[in-house]
Structures are given as structure tokens and as C-alpha cells.
């Protein structure tokens, strides 16, 4: 049985102009996601890894509507919230909630955490302010938070804290997707813990879907049923977490997991790098993003590149019976298609 998408993105492109030409126009663009699809099922958490600027806050804004994209499809429950107007485009984007990576500066410090909690749900209309505080009450509970602290400021709070008001206020609302914001990364590591585990706490309780950005690929590993690795604004290999990053099949993926020491690979050579930085983003690179980088670079790597699905490359599919099973494994990279590398 296949579960019909939460989230479809098809084809997305942001391209941020930069301007300098005449008159004020836009001489070149960065181009900072290019052509991404996903999907993410009810229930299901997909985490977004990848070096810095790779593009992974881009296309979750993008996701959401906090940037402009280019080009190419948001679908919730089939619908395309970015072309809904008024009141129907208002309920579409309170299925999806984000939780930043600073709690600090995503609260405003001068709101009661009750005040705070409910922003969204004051902001729909139709609820009076005694059934407002009452929901807060609710939801303060369901995070960890005492009825005490509703009257505070988020000031008097630690950091674990305010991000637990961050996620009280993020599912408000009953949304079906919370994306995920580097969550725990500007916490204290004996913090970040209790915050991972609210979230699949309320994951179970509530049947949300994650979309998760994260540096920390070990974090992605242990809380993600899916990852997708970014690289250049593109999405290079994508699969089932443990799989994926326990036999990495994209050399780039190689490469990122090499820089992790937490990680146990089966691979006797992980660096796939030989030289450079991540390459300029204005003028992108024709054929395979990587080549310039890779140290399997070969004939063909001059073509671009599909996402293609391939064979797994542990030989076991992990997650059988369950809907999981289904999950491919992709790769952009037609040397790893092949089973070259
Ligand atoms: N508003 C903007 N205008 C121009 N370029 C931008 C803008 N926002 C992001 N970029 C560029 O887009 C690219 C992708 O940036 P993005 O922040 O999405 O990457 P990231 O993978 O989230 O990085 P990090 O992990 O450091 O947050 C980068 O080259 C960045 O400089």
C-alpha cells in the first residue's frame, strides 16, 4: 500500500537576482535551488543534508513561501498553495509550520509565552481570548512547559525552553508538516536531546511530517526516515537515512560523510574530493555539478545528470513490511548508476 504525498515540490528553482545593470536590473542570478522534487508522506520525516550554501534554507523558505521561487510546484494534500488566493491559501499554509534554529530571535520578547504560543491561531481569528489561553494551556503541556510559565516572557527562559515555545506554537495550528530548521544547533549539546526527543514525541502523538534541515548528519541519520543530500541547489542522491548514509553512492555523499567521525561506513575509501571549494553558484557548471571536484570524474561526467533510481547498494531492503519499503534510492551520478565507483 502507497500512502498518496503530503508534499509534492516539482521541479523548484530559486534563482535570486543580482543587480548592478542598468537602470537597476539584474546583470546575472545566484542560482540557489535548482529543479528539486520531493515528496513527503503523512507521518514521514524527510531530513535536507549538505555543505553550507548548498542551498538547503533556500528551498525549505522556498517551500513555505518565505521566498519567491522561480519556477516549478508546492503541492499540499494536490494543491499548489502558492497559486491559492485569500482565505484557502491561508488554510493550505497553516498545514505547514516552521521551527527556526534560534529560538531567541523568532520570539518576540515582548509577548506573554501564552500570547506567544497562540500568534498563529490569533492571527486566523474566531476564538476569544479566555479559549486562546485555554489552548495554550493545552498546547504549554503537550511540550513540557508548566502552567506557571504562561504569563512569562521568553527572556526568563534557557534556550531549550524558548525553542520548546518555538515548537508549541508551530503546532498550534494541527499542521500535518513542521519543517525543521536546523532545530537543535544553537542549543547546548545535553539540550539538544530533550528537543529531539519532544519531536518524535509529538510526531507519534500527532502523526506530523518533518522536513529537516540539518548540518548534522549523524542527528539526520538517528531522526529522519528519508534524507536527501543537496549539493549546488540540487538534490545528488536521495534514499532511505540509514541506508543512504551508512553506503553512500554519490561521490559527493562520500565526501560529506568522510567529515564525520561518528559515522560508521563500510566503505573502505570515503573522500571523493579532490580539490576546491563549492563553486560559484552564479555560472553553473555544465554536466555533473561535481565533476570539477570529483576524483571519479570520467568520460560522460560532462553530460548532465538524472537522478536516477538504482540498486541498493547493501543488497537489503531495511524497512519491510511497512509502506517504507517502498522508499527508493536515487543517485545522480551515472558512474554510481552503473556500479563504476
Ligand atoms: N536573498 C538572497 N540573495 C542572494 N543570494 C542568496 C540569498 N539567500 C541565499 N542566497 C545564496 O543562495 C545560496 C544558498 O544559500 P542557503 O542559505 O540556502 O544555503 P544553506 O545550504 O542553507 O547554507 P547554510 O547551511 O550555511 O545555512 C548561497 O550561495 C547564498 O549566498
Request: with cysteine.
Amino acid at each position: 500500500m502507497t500512502t498518496a504525498p503530503l508534499l509534492s515540490v516539482e521541479d523548484l528553482t530559486v534563482n535570486f537576482p543580482i543587480p548592478g545593470g542598468w537602470f537597476g536590473g539584474a546583470t546575472s542570478h545566484v542560482h540557489a535551488v535548482n529543479k528539486v522534487d520531493l515528496t513527503i508522506r503523512p507521518g514521514e520525516s524527510l531530513g535536507i543534508v549538505g555543505e553550507s550554501g548548498c542551498g538547503k534554507s533556500t528551498l525549505v523558505q522556498a517551500i513555505i513561501g518565505l521566498v519567491e521561487r522561480s519556477s516549478g510546484k508546492v503541492l499540499i494534500d494536490g494543491q499548489d498553495f502558492h497559486d491559492a488566493r485569500g482565505k484557502r491559501k491561508r488554510e493550505i499554509r497553516q498545514q505547514m509550520q516552521i521551527v527556526f534554529q534560534d529560538p531567541q530571535s523568532s520570539l518576540d520578547p515582548r509577548l506573554p509565552v501564552w500570547r506567544l504560543i497562540t500568534e498563529p491561531l490569533h492571527v486566523r481569528g474566531g476564538m476569544s481570548k479566555a479559549e486562546l489561553r485555554a489552548r495554550a494551556a493545552e498546547l504549554a503541556a503537550s511540550v513540557g512547559l508548566r502552567p506557571e510559565h504562561l504569563d512569562r516572557r521568553p527572556h526568563e527562559f534557557s534556550g531549550g525552553q524558548r525553542q520548546r515555545i518555538a515548537v508549541a506554537r508551530a503546532i498550534s495550528t494541527d499542521p500535518d508538516l513542521l519543517i525543521l530548521d536546523e532545530p537543535t544547533s544553537a542549543l547546548d549539546v545535553s539540550v539538544q536531546a530533550q528537543i529531539i526527543n519532544l519531536l518524535l514525541k509529538l510526531q507519534r502523538e500527532l502523526g506530523l511530517a518533518y522536513l529537516m534541515i540539518s548540518h548534522d548528519v549523524s542527528l539526520v541519520r538517528h531522526f529522519c526516515d528519508r534524507v536527501a543530500v543537496m549539493y549546488l541547489g540540487q538534490i545528488v542522491e536521495a534514499g532511505p537515512a540509514v541506508q543512504v548514509l551508512d553506503s553512500p553512492a554519490h561521490p559527493y555523499t562520500r565526501t560529506l560523510l568522510a567529515t564525520v567521525p561518528s559515522l560508521k561506513h563500510p566503505l573502505p575509501e570515503l573522500a571523493a574530493t579532490r580539490v576546491g571549494e563549492l563553486p560559484n553558484n552564479r555560472i553553473l557548471p555544465t554536466g555533473c555539478y561535481y565533476r570539477d571536484r570529483c576524483s571519479f570524474a570520467a568520460a560522460g561526467c560532462d553530460r548532465p545528470q538524472s537522478l536516477v533510481e538504482f540498486g541498493d547498494r547493501t543488497g537489503t531492503v531495511a524497512m519491510s513490511p511497512s509502506d517504507k519499503a517502498a522508499w527508493p534510492r536515487s543517485v545522480r551520478c551515472h558512474r554510481a548508476q552503473a556500479g563504476d565507483i
